[in-house]
């Protein structure tokens, strides 16, 4: 059973506009959230790592946000750009160790 | 200052045979671990390596195999190759375990298996 689900699978948007990912986790306990981009090809590379008390986290035009209550995460790009076209993970450390992650959220942004 | 460097990039193998990929992580990091990523299932956890030793082994087969030497360098190994072996192979490092760490990805390592 995968603890951490990512929705929607997959997107695509125009180049300009806005997008939220979401990020749910079952993951017990809980010791941080991280989101990562990886392009086609390309290794996953660290957008933002967040603990149990922050909110927000932001990475240029990228905004991640935590909701350790509810166990919910977003990651919101604004103005999106052609090279935002990846895949976006969110991974959960549960504190010993094993990360759990996500499938992913295939984003496609078009001209 | 390099990043995780993984080698070979590209590699297609027959069925049955064996492979070994390698990954050099970054400058001081001394925690080592590897991921197989397929299309349908993500990121699957293979192994962790801390000076040398294995601290977390995920639910792969005994064909899934690796070690880490003295510098942090570290290798896997897959025997008797299947189809399904065909994947994304990531090798990551941080300074060490701590769930605090950020973890560095290499480029990865694809396998065809034929």
């Known amino acids: 059973k995968n603890q951490v689900e990512q929705s929607p699978q997959s997107l695509i948007i125009l180049e300009g506009k806005n997008c939220t990912l979401q990020?749910?986790?079952?993951?017990?306990?809980?010791?941080?959230l991280r989101w990562y981009k990886q392009d086609t090809g390309r290794g996953p590379v660290s957008l933002t790592i967040?603990?149990?008390?922050?909110n927000t986290k932001s990475n240029g035009r990228y905004t991640a946000t935590l909701d350790a209550d509810t166990k919910q995460s977003s990651l919101h790009i604004t103005a999106s750009q052609l090279s935002d076209s990846a895949s976006y993970i969110c991974?959960?450390?549960?504190?010993?160790?094993?990360?759990?992650f996500g499938k992913g959220n295939q984003v496609v942004v078009i001209p | 200052k390099a990043g995780v460097t993984q080698t070979p990039r590209y590699l297609i193998k027959t069925r049955g045979q064996q492979v070994t990929l390698s990954c050099s992580p970054i400058?001081?990091?001394?925690?080592v671990s590897w991921y197989q990523q397929t299309p349908g299932q993500g990121l699957q956890f293979l192994f962790e390596?801390?000076?040398?030793?294995?601290?977390n082994k995920g639910n792969f087969p005994g064909r899934f195999s690796g070690r880490q030497f003295s510098n942090s360098r570290s290798e896997m190994n897959v025997s008797t190759l299947e189809l399904g072996d065909s994947a994304l192979y990531l090798c990551?490092?941080?300074?060490?375990?701590?769930?605090?760490?950020?973890?560095?990805f290499g480029e990865g390592s694809w396998l065809t298996v034929v």
């Open positions: 390596y801390f000076s040398e030793t294995q601290r």
């Open positions: 990551a490092s941080s300074l060490s375990p701590g769930t605090g760490n950020t973890i560095y």
């Open positions: 991974v959960v450390s549960p504190g010993n160790n094993r990360l759990a």
């Open positions: 990020c749910n986790y079952t993951v017990s306990p809980f010791s941080n």
């Open positions: 967040m603990t149990f008390s922050e």
């Open positions: 400058s001081g990091h001394r925690s």
